[in-house]
Each structure stands twice: as C-alpha cells, then as structure tokens.
C-alpha cells in the first residue's frame, strides 16, 4: 500500500476559515446588527451566551465525524450546511423574526462546530509529531483570518445597508469555499467496521487518552485558566475608561487584533515543534499575566488602550498554538477516535474561557476596568503556579526539546485497535 502523503501545514489556513467565519458571527456580526435593530444590551448577552452553548457540548456529537465518510469529506459536507444555516440567519429581519434568526444562528454554531472536530482529527492523523506546532500555527492563523475578514465585510455590508441575501450570500462564500482545499488532504482511508465496533473501538481509544496520566494532566491544563486570553473578548467594552476613540477602538480590536493574534499564532506553532509543548503553554499563561499586570498598573490614557490591548493579541495567539498542538500531542497518533478526542479537550478550553471571563467581568463594579485586568491576571498566575507545581510532580511535563516521535504507553487491552488502525493506514 501507498505511504500517506502529509499535507504541507500551511493548508490548514484554509481548512481553518470556516470555523472563524461563524464564530465571529456570534461574537461580532450578532451584536451588531441587534443593535441597529434595537435589541437592548442584556438581550444581546443572553443571545451571544446562546450562541456560545455549542462550543461547551460539541464534544457530544462530534463523534459523528470519526465514522462514515473521511473527515475531509465531513468537514466540506458540515461547511456547506453550516453556510446555509447562517445566510438563512443573516435573512431573518430583526426584531419581527428574532426566534427565526437565533434559531438558523444557532444551527449554524452547532453544524460548523464540527469543522473544528474535522480539523483536529485531519491534524492528529496526517501530521508528524515535528509537524503538529506549525500546523496548528496555521489552522489559528485560518480561524481568526477568517473570522476577522468575514466580520469586517459583514458589519460594513450592514452598515451600507447591502440587501440581506447578499450579505448571507457572503458570509457562506467565505466558509465554503476554503473549505473546498480539504479535499486535497490525502487522508488514510478508514477500516470497514460495523457501528457496534465502531463505538466500542471509540470509547475504548477515549478511555486510554481521558485516563492516562497524559490524558487527565492535559484536560486540567485545558480547564485552567492559563492562557485562555479571556479578556480578548471585552476589550472592545473596556474603551471608555481609556478615552480611546472609535477609529483606535476598531483598529487595534478589529484587523489590527487578527494579524497581529495570527502572526503571535504562528511564531507560536513554530516554537511548538521545537520546545516543550506545555511549557511553552504555561509560558502563555505567564506573559498573558505580564501583560495584564502592566495594562493595570499603567495611566488610563489610550496609548495605554493601544499597547496593552495590541500585546495581548500577539499573546493570546502564542496561547491559542500552544492550546492545539498541546491538544494534538495529547491526543497522539490515533485514527479513529481523533475528532471526538480533539472535541473533549477544545470543549474544555471554551469551558475556562467562558468562566474566565465571568470572573473578570465581576471585578468592573468594584473596582473599575483595573480590576478586570487584574483578575485576569491573578487567574493566570494562579493556575501556572499550581499546575507547574503539579506537572513536576507528576512527571507530566515530558522532555524539554522534541526530538522523535513519541510513543504513548497504552494498555494491552487497547493496544491491538491501535495495530488495526496503523495498518489501515
């Protein structure tokens, strides 16, 4: 049989776009537009949390990935039926049809979250392990350049008031078609199994990644709030106290925050194949704290608001690097289960940036966006002290450099379903 061809990293740039389109439908093209169309506030909080909700639960379906068709097929087939949902979404006029547009807004979040499922398991399967860090530097690089350009074409669009069909026309464009580059993945054909071996085989492959010393130390780190860079999320809410005009605010928040979060992504996907993977993920943590300690203690003035905000990006994309190959090294070589793996462990990171960023929002009141800042950098300084100490302890950090491919210990209950897949391929 043929030896697989790997992909040249690079390609999960395009592979990447769709997941960014519709992730920044909810968290920049949503608000928006309900707010032209009147929606108060708290409304638009309730429906971005309702449109978060997939990203916490994907991991429950994203099993539907690993079976049937190769998941270069699933992840074009889940692309096209996401970019339905979401033009049908961009269609339904607010406020008469509000129900209509979250219901078509929510079904894109929950289809398109596959596409992540699709990458991680195309990622773990047709990578090496020296290739696995600039492979996930490109796919974050594709996640938010996709997200950046379809929020910014969109929020323009709405705001010429281009016909919504077009709009909706648009922003499926922008996930269908990069989505096409994944059929150019040579991925190993999968072995011909009945449904029943299929979910035993996963649960069993789950089982010895989610109760492995590897497998639990990486979930805590997932859950931890290193490096989940929370506050990117807000920091377009956080403009006021800086007196940072409108023009600032959308530069160093909007284009200005993707290139430079893409370029922190891919310096970081680089120096994941050459150090340590969770060390490097720590260190994350630990800058994102630097960063948020100086923003804090510096005068609310907008160079202030500039600096800070534009090396938070630049961090934030070193951590979300270090966050997917930390993920795909855990996970290791497996092919069956690798989507619905990859999904546990993304679902946990959503998790701890979710409550991250409750936690820091709770500080505003009291006391003022320092406190925000601040509380995003206890959290950060907290957790790499305590899994630093736990890792070492643990032995759970592994070796300094990469230098071959590692070699997880499984049990031998479960070591011949690894031999079945290594042959298939």
Same mark, same amino acid.
């Given at each position: 049989m043929c030896a697989v061809k790997r992909p040249p990293p690079w390609l999960f740039v395009l592979t990447g776009m769709p997941y960014g389109v519709v992730g920044s439908f909810a968290g920049q093209v949503m608000p928006y537009v309900a707010e032209r169309a009147?929606?108060?506030?708290?409304?638009?909080?309730?429906?971005?949390?309702?449109?978060?909700?997939?990203t916490l639960l994907v991991f429950l379906y994203a099993p539907i990935v690993d079976i049937g068709p190769r998941r270069k097929h699933w992840l074009v087939l889940v692309s096209v039926l996401g970019a339905a949902c979401l033009a049908a979404s961009c269609m339904m006029p607010l406020p008469a049809h509000a129900g209509a547009f979250l219901a078509c807004a929510v079904a894109a979040q929950v289809i398109s979250g596959l596409v992540g499922s699709c990458n991680g398991g195309l990622m773990a399967v047709t990578m090496t392990d020296e290739q696995r860090g600039k492979a996930s530097g490109w796919y974050n690089m594709g996640n938010l350049s996709g997200g950046g350009l379809s929020a910014t074409a969109a929020i323009a669009m709405v705001g010429f008031e281009v016909e919504p069909w077009l709009i909706g026309l648009a922003l499926a464009a922008m996930m269908v078609v990069p989505s096409l580059a994944a059929l150019w993945i040579d991925e190993p054909a999968r072995p011909v199994m009945s449904l029943g071996e299929v979910v035993r085989q996963t649960l069993a492959d789950v089982r010895v990644v989610m109760f492995s010393r590897e497998g639990l130390t990486g979930i805590a780190l997932c859950m931890s709030p290193v490096g989940t860079a929370a506050l990117v999320n807000y920091f377009s809410g956080m403009s006021a106290p800086y007196q940072a005009s409108p023009g600032t605010v959308a530069l160093v928040t909007g284009l200005g925050n993707v290139g430079l979060t893409a370029l922190g992504a891919f310096v970081g996907g680089y120096l994941c194949d050459r150090y340590n993977r969770r060390v490097l993920y720590l260190v994350s943590g630990a800058l994102t704290a630097v960063c948020a300690v100086a923003m804090a203690l510096s005068p609310r003035v907008e160079l202030t608001y500039v600096l800070g905000v534009t090396t938070y990006a630049l961090i934030t994309g070193f951590c979300y690097s270090a966050f997917t190959s930390t993920v795909l090294e855990t996970i290791g070589k497996s092919d069956r289960a690798a989507s619905t793996k990859y999904s546990l462990f993304v679902a946990a990171g959503?998790?701890?940036?979710?409550?991250?960023?409750?936690?820091?929002?709770?500080?505003?009141?009291?006391?003022?966006?320092?406190?925000?800042?601040?509380?995003?950098?206890?959290?950060?300084?907290?957790?790499?002290?305590?899994?630093?100490?736990?890792?070492?302890?643990?032995?759970?950090?592994?070796?300094?450099?990469?230098?071959?491919?590692? +070699?997880?210990?499984?049990? +031998?209950?479960?070591?011949?379903?690894?031999?079945?897949?290594?042959?298939?391929?």
């Amino acid at each position: 049989m043929c030896a697989v061809k790997r992909p040249p990293p690079w390609l999960f740039v395009l592979t990447g776009m769709p997941y960014g389109v519709v992730g920044s439908f909810a968290g920049q093209v949503m608000p928006y537009v309900a707010e032209r169309a009147g929606t108060k506030l708290d409304a638009i909080g309730w429906w971005g949390a309702l449109l978060q909700l997939p990203t916490l639960l994907v991991f429950l379906y994203a099993p539907i990935v690993d079976i049937g068709p190769r998941r270069k097929h699933w992840l074009v087939l889940v692309s096209v039926l996401g970019a339905a949902c979401l033009a049908a979404s961009c269609m339904m006029p607010l406020p008469a049809h509000a129900g209509a547009f979250l219901a078509c807004a929510v079904a894109a979040q929950v289809i398109s979250g596959l596409v992540g499922s699709c990458n991680g398991g195309l990622m773990a399967v047709t990578m090496t392990d020296e290739q696995r860090g600039k492979a996930s530097g490109w796919y974050n690089m594709g996640n938010l350049s996709g997200g950046g350009l379809s929020a910014t074409a969109a929020i323009a669009m709405v705001g010429f008031e281009v016909e919504p069909w077009l709009i909706g026309l648009a922003l499926a464009a922008m996930m269908v078609v990069p989505s096409l580059a994944a059929l150019w993945i040579d991925e190993p054909a999968r072995p011909v199994m009945s449904l029943g071996e299929v979910v035993r085989q996963t649960l069993a492959d789950v089982r010895v990644v989610m109760f492995s010393r590897e497998g639990l130390t990486g979930i805590a780190l997932c859950m931890s709030p290193v490096g989940t860079a929370a506050l990117v999320n807000y920091f377009s809410g956080m403009s006021a106290p800086y007196q940072a005009s409108p023009g600032t605010v959308a530069l160093v928040t909007g284009l200005g925050n993707v290139g430079l979060t893409a370029l922190g992504a891919f310096v970081g996907g680089y120096l994941c194949d050459r150090y340590n993977r969770r060390v490097l993920y720590l260190v994350s943590g630990a800058l994102t704290a630097v960063c948020a300690v100086a923003m804090a203690l510096s005068p609310r003035v907008e160079l202030t608001y500039v600096l800070g905000v534009t090396t938070y990006a630049l961090i934030t994309g070193f951590c979300y690097s270090a966050f997917t190959s930390t993920v795909l090294e855990t996970i290791g070589k497996s092919d069956r289960a690798a989507s619905t793996k990859y999904s546990l462990f993304v679902a946990a990171g959503n998790f701890a940036i979710l409550y991250v960023g409750l936690i820091d929002t709770r500080f505003e009141s009291g006391h003022g966006v320092e406190g925000v800042i601040a509380s995003d950098a206890a959290l950060n300084i907290a957790g790499v002290i305590i899994l630093a100490i736990a890792f070492w302890r643990l032995g759970a950090f592994g070796k300094w450099r990469h230098t071959a491919e590692p +070699t997880a210990e499984l049990p +031998t209950a479960v070591a011949h379903i690894h031999d079945h897949d290594q042959e298939s391929s």
